[in-house]
């Protein structure tokens, strides 16, 4: 349950609204003064003006310094300049955020497994200056949790196992949480008891899912599909691949879990787990596919195996795709929980080129634990979520940036 909290400050933020671009890879020493989420795991990362915003399930935040704990159920915020935690906003949730979106006015979205008190569940907007939710707002998801949230401009999408106001997907006014009527794209036949959609990237005009579905607004999409969003009525586009029909394990019937698109919106990259699947699946692997392509035989432009290791993260930049998970190496698609022919090693996290698809020299580690659940490129740099303490081999609890170089 959200317990409103006493007004600490006002702050005037503006969200941050669009991908963006760096002209070169992160440096691979992470700065030193983010805080540190001392239990669980970080599941996603928003920034809101000058203010990160760190969502999971967690108990315990402390400074850069680990001279002083605040207690925090899975929520809270810090200055990006500085890492100084926000003293006035300290929402209680009842459960673990898995998805946070950028809010206009110095607020911010979040979602996950949790309700309100006045019943509502999963998704919530708050106000940065006191954790307070912001009036007005009343989504009336139900049914489930929310696990993925996009806004573009008026707009927030908002992905997961949700039954209400539609079934796992829905486009909600920014404004009131008031469902669209005019977005009718409902995934459907998953390959789980239920259907889920784990991912969404969205641009000037298209939106990507990825989830447990095999179809989307009626026809075939096994797991990941484009909606077009830029017509008065959306619509499911033409673009299907049938790159994640084949299953990689009984274990795994679904194995789509992030994806992201580049700053301009030509292409888009999906990572998964699965177990090694060899060159013929997209089991655990990372693959690139260009937003515009159209037909029904899309193919990746390229992919990158990790031999059987899952992937969860991906952010794109222009100069790199980074991709996080529990990953031991890139460039390995003969690997079978082995090192194949042309494995390179990168611990839990690298980066690939985004035009060969091929390994960059970049190799900064972190311990793999689970791995990263969420990454999140600024103009400042790349910041990090995960379950593990150690980033570019330094104590960076569960939450790291690596700067510009």
Known sequence: MIVRTALAATLALSPLASPVAHDRVVSANPVDNTPHVLDGIVNAIALVGGTVVVGGSFTEVSDARRGVVHER???FAYDLATGSI???FAPELDGPVHALAAGPSGTVYAGGDFTTPDGAAS???LSLADGSEVPGFAPRIGGGMVTALARR???LYA????TRPRTALARLDATTGAADPSFTVTPGRPLTPRVRV???AVTRDRLVVGGTFTTLGGPARPQLGVVDIGRRVPKVAD???DAYAPRCKETFPSYVRGLDVSPDGSYFVVVTTGGAGGRSKLCDSAARFETYA??????PTWVNHTGGDSLYSVAVTGAAVYVGGHQRWLDNPLGRDSAGPGAVPREGIGAIHPRTGRALAWNPGRERGIGVKAFLAHPGGLLVGSDTTRLGREYHARIGMFPRS
């Open 73 to 75: 159920a899975n929520l």
């Open 86 to 88: 926000l003293p006035g």
């Open 123 to 125: 998704l919530v907007r």
């Open 153 to 155: 401009g008026s707009h």
């Open 159 to 162: 992905g997961g196992d949700f």
């Open 198 to 200: 784990h991912a969404l």
């Open 239 to 241: 673009w299907r691949t």
């Open 294 to 299: 159209r037909g029904s035989g899309i193919r």
